[in-house]
């Protein structure tokens, strides 16, 4: 038996049966390029019968697209197969597949005019299969049958469909668990009796269709190939009817990363798979779950601090396969609430900071304080929390310069130790503060104002004795994310004179107070410090004296 899988993509078809996932044309010759970077064997392009714009997807995918075979889906109707058999005329390799349910359920249900009784019935699919088949064969020699709901079917009349079937010149033989019925250890059993009522198994290529509705169209797959089958229909994404068919991406990992668990090489080019899983889901409109494997945003991400420093040492750790084999970044550490000092540190030597050891805890310890107002720190918060911690103190340790001002080496005058704010609709909002001085001494004001910012500034030229005018105050997002940090930047001026103050937070009314008491600690430094003081910030020369 080959060791050899022909990877059958049907994300054109059945993944294109999901409701709402329907593409259009261009948008479906598009992904078959695709498909073809990623050297799928087959594509299973649509189903003519069922529109104009699915026979015209088949025919442009048949005759632009080269690599792949492409294939066209049709019932055992006689119109279904010619319209397959023409959409797929003009292209170089094709493959007709046709199909018909074979369990009791379906026969019943769907098929109810066959015959008076269920012999009577089967007998009457058995015919149409052939029939289908042996019509198929007129347009192409690569014909696949398959028994619609395999895996619900009693397994002795299942044998006598696919014998007929293999009679017939069907090549291949695809055996569905349509409805995602099927436990793995029993697909294997139906498989193997299948293959052991074949007349000559060499002779077709067994396939494996499963879906996903109990989450074991992978598993089911690869029991199926345990079991001989050699082709495996699948979709990027999982894509598909209800829950999904098995995911093109899971299985070829499956066997190429436990090659020596199948034994069977699939030769696919497994760079492409998240560029092509991303394609799909923008033709689609179906976002890719983070966790999903493969292909999702966060398969290859490690939060925890104790995975980071795992991964950091040595990525085998805690990855079975590398990110770059499947299309996805390679360095995937994302610092959060649970990341520890080896994640931490690692992202700040990398970002060119070297983080003298007298610093760490403190550093860590503001890193877990943003951390947990923020579902992820980016390097923007990184880089506004090293310019927070200690000014000059990081600045000069680290080598980096000091994008803020120097407060003259020295503690600022005022903090912000607490404030709150009251909004309503009707009335003024309403703001105290509490600022505590180098001295030990605090001072509370309260303040109204059109908003809080207004009120909040009022409350704090209250609170500080330092005369000044506000000159600007400005507000942008700084880091990605719902829970982006907003940067306020303030201008106050005193006489001739400029200050500026700049604070970021997730909270931006914090950080509209912070950047002003920031603003007016450079103030007062200025006035306590030096007769003549100069500064660079955001490119503008302040002086304050003289
Ligand atoms: C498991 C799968 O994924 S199977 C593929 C499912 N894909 C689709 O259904 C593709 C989109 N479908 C369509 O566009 C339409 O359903 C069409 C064009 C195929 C058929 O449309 P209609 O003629 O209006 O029939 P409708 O869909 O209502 O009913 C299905 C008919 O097909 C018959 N049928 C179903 N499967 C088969 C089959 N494999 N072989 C022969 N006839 C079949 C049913 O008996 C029923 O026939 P009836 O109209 O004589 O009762
Ligand atoms: C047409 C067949 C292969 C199918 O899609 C199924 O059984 O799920």
Do not use: W
């Not at 058999?85 to 359920?105: K, N, P, Q």
């Not at 090549?171 to 000559?200: M, R």
């Not at 007298?358 to 947990?372: E, I, K, P």
């Not at 503060?433 to 009120?455: I, M, W």
């Amino acid at each position: 038996m080959s060791d050899s899988i022909t990877i059958f993509d049907t994300t054109l078809r059945d993944g294109e049966q999901a409701p709402g996932a329907s593409m259009t044309v261009p948008e479906k010759v598009h992904i078959a390029h695709k498909l073809a970077d990623l050297n799928v064997d087959v594509i299973e392009a649509g189903f003519p019968i069922s529109s104009p714009a699915q026979t015209e997807a088949v025919t442009r995918i048949a005759t632009e697209v080269d690599g792949p075979v492409t294939c066209a889906l049709a019932r055992t109707k006689e119109d279904d197969i010619d319209a397959a058999g023409e959409a797929l005329a003009d292209g170089t390799d094709t493959r007709l597949h046709t199909f018909i349910a074979t369990s009791d359920v379906h026969i019943e249900a769907k098929f109810d005019k066959l015959g008076n009784t269920m012999a009577e019935k089967r007998e009457a699919i058995i015919q149409r299969a052939v029939r289908a088949i042996e019509q198929a064969l007129t347009y192409t020699d690569n014909v696949e049958f398959s028994a619609e709901d395999a895996g619900r079917t009693d397994p002795e009349f299942l044998c006598e469909v696919v014998q007929a079937a293999a009679e017939a010149g069907a090549t291949t033989i695809n055996i569905p668990d349509t409805t995602g019925y099927c436990a793995p250890s029993e697909y294997t059993d139906l498989l193997e009796t299948v293959v052991d009522c074949l007349p000559d198994p060499d002779a077709v290529t067994l396939s494996t269709h499963c879906h996903d509705d109990l989450g074991l169209a992978t598993a089911n797959t690869l029991a199926g190939i345990r079991a001989g089958a050699r082709q495996v229909e699948c979709t990027i994404n999982g894509i598909g009817e209800r829950a999904g068919n098995a995911a093109l991406e899971e299985i070829v990992m499956a066997l190429t990363v436990r090659a020596d668990a199948f034994d069977v090489t699939a030769d696919v080019h497994t760079e492409h798979l998240t560029p092509t899983s991303q394609t799909v889901s923008a033709a689609t409109g179906f976002p890719v779950q983070p966790n999903k494997a493969i292909v999702g945003s966060n398969a290859f991400s490690h939060e925890a601090g104790i995975h980071q420093h795992g991964v950091l040492e040595e990525r085998t750790t805690y990855e079975i396969m590398s990110a770059t084999d499947v299309g996805q970044d390679a360095e995937q550490i994302r610092l959060g609430r649970h990341s520890g000092r080896h994640g931490l540190f690692n992202r700040l030597e990398a970002m060119g900071y070297a983080v003298p050891e007298g610093h760490r805890d403190a550093l860590y310890d503001r890193f877990l304080d943003l951390a947990d107002r923020k579902k992820e720190v980016f390097e923007e918060d990184l880089e506004q929390m090293m310019n927070d911690f200690g000014g000059d103190a990081v600045a000069a340790a680290t080598g980096l310069p000091d994008n803020g001002v120097a407060l003259n080496g020295g503690t600022p005058a005022y903090r912000l130790d607490q404030f709150s704010v009251h909004l309503s609709s009707d009335d003024e909002a309403k703001v105290s503060v509490r600022l505590q001085r180098d001295d030990g001494s605090a001072r509370e004001e309260q303040a109204t104002g059109e908003g809080p910012v207004d009120a909040l500034y009022r409350a704090l030229d209250h609170a500080v004795d330092a005369p000044h005018t506000l000159v600007d105050y400005s507000i942008r997002s700084i880091s990605e994310g719902a829970d982006a940090q907003g940067e306020v930047e303030v201008t106050i001026r005193y006489g001739e004179n400029q200050f500026a103050g700049t604070a970021r937070n997730t909270d931006v009314i914090r950080a509209s107070a912070e950047a002003y008491v920031d603003a007016l600690n450079r103030l007062v430094a200025a006035q306590e410090h030096a007769e003549s003081v100069e500064f660079v910030q955001n490119g503008i020369m302040h002086t304050y004296g003289e």
